[in-house]
């Protein structure tokens, strides 16, 4: 079985925000040499975050570095307003991104925010298949999984899917394996990734937790197999140590969820920072870069031993 390994830029923000020159150029290089065979990138604030800026260079000069070594992109931003969406459609397309993905910023009850959401998706798929690229709206700390599945299915067009990111159905309190259940059909991209849970004695509040993939609590292979058997051969690794989330506002654990176990169990002290940072504040720039450096390696290891073990034997970008 040959995949599309690639890799979140999130998983090295520490990198773009404290390393000396580290741009999109170096996390090209360095994906590349992890042996990833495409990229996701994060243009998710007004500046385009990860791209470092808004010029038309910068989105060319990265087309034409992934191309050199026929790596493949995926961009990311944020809420679903359509003239925001129309515009992060078109850099996409002139990137040469396959997918844009994006997640509700709407607030209110969960069922205005279903309904905005959706409404805004009706306006823009039509130039999303008008430029070829497919929007994924992740399940990113606000909607369950059948909540998700109800608005692409509202839409009901080709070019809206679902991005299943492995953890982030915990900020709701709906199990990971639930989530993906209910989104299962409907899913093109995914978010690979480790949590762990910390008590509010800890954390001053209930708290997800990221981690070195492999060294939390999430059951990444069953996941990965589930969405392998499914026909899925694009995955992105996205390394979430030192990332840390409360549970959303209003929501109760859902069936099969019991906080402490399972998916859901509690990492105890003492914390290490080479697992665990809950308060970045405490490090400095060169040792939040040492540290994410070194739980970036330790997952990648950890995550290509379970592709191994199940049935992968390669990698290469636009398999499909």
Not at 7 to 14: A, D, E, G, Q, R
Not at 59 to 72: G, K, P
Not at 257 to 286: C, M, T, W
């Amino acid at each position: 079985m040959i995949i599309d390994h690639a890799i979140h830029s999130f998983s090295l923000w520490h990198h773009f925000v404290h390393a000396p020159n580290f741009g999109t150029i170096a996390y090209a290089d360095l994906a590349e040499e992890f042996g990833f065979t495409g990229i996701n990138l994060s243009l998710n604030n007004p500046n385009y975050r990860h791209l470092g800026g808004r010029e038309t260079w910068r989105m060319d000069q990265l087309r034409e570095r992934l191309a050199s070594s026929q790596m493949s992109l995926e961009i990311d931003t944020s809420g679903t307003e359509p003239g925001h969406m129309r515009e992060l459609l078109d850099v996409a397309h002139r990137m040469g991104a396959s997918a844009l993905r994006t997640y509700t910023r709407h607030s209110g009850s969960v069922a205005e925010m279903m309904r905005k959401t959706t409404d805004d998706l009706r306006q823009i798929v039509s130039h999303a298949d008008a430029v070829g690229v497919t929007i994924v709206l992740e399940n990113h700390e606000d909607f369950t999984g059948p909540e998700l599945a109800s608005i692409v299915e509202s839409v009901n067009h080709p070019r809206l899917k679902i991005l299943y990111d492995y953890g982030n159905s915990q900020m709701v309190l709906e199990d990971p394996e639930h989530a993906l259940e209910a989104v299962l059909a409907h899913v093109h991209s995914v978010h690979v990734k480790d949590h762990v849970m910390v008590s509010p004695e800890y954390a001053g509040r209930l708290t997800v937790a990221g981690v070195p993939m492999g060294e939390g609590f999430l059951p990444i292979e069953r996941i990965t197999k589930q969405l392998l058997e499914q026909g899925l051969r694009r995955l992105t690794f996205e390394n979430v140590w030192a990332y840390s989330a409360p549970i959303r506002e209003g929501r109760e654990a859902l069936e099969g969820v019991v906080l402490g176990e399972g998916s859901f169990r509690y990492l105890e002290p003492p914390f290490n920072p080479e697992r665990i940072i809950l308060d970045q504040n405490k490090h400095r720039g060169a040792e939040l870069v040492a540290l994410e450096r070194g739980a970036l390696e330790r997952g990648v290891a950890f995550f290509k031993a379970s592709l191994a073990r199940l049935g992968v034997t390669g990698y290469a970008a636009q398999i499909a």
